[in-house]
């Protein structure tokens, strides 16, 4: 009843830029946290960045400086500014929510932590 759905992944070279987007679909009543996880081949995923829907924002150290995060709250949108891409940046990128959603099975609110599917992200030359 809730989907996330990413785009914005792709090949690019080292020092480049790319913005990944994240819409949430469904019967949402509310959306919390939204943010950014990553995993590379062979390690396990890591938070990237989280935005409260207060503009609140999280960021791993790694990304710190090079990364932003926003979210536009009436397009239940997150998106993800990369800048001064580095190879060690090459993972999927998943987007994770915190939802509230109307549950037509049951007639009530429920909240949900849900995942996107990932968008793959390589950074080389």
């Known amino acids: 009843q809730v989907q996330l759905v990413e785009s914005g992944g792709g090949l690019v070279q080292p020092g480049g830029s790319l913005r990944l987007s994240c819409a949430a679909s469904g019967s949402i009543s509310n959306i919390n946290v939204m943010g950014w996880y990553r995993q590379a081949p062979g390690k396990e995923r890591e938070l990237v960045a989280r935005i409260t829907n207060g503009g609140s924002t999280t960021y791993a150290d790694s990304v710190k400086g090079r990364f932003t995060i926003s979210r536009d709250n009436a397009k239940n949108t997150v998106y993800l500014q990369m800048n001064s891409l580095k190879p060690e940046d090459t993972a999927v990128y998943y987007c994770?929510?915190?939802?509230?959603?109307?549950?037509?099975?049951?007639?009530?609110?429920?909240?949900?932590?849900?995942w996107g599917k990932g968008t793959l992200v390589t950074v080389s030359s």
């Open positions: 994770n929510a915190g939802i509230r959603y109307y549950n037509r099975n049951s007639g009530r609110i429920n909240y949900e932590d849900f």
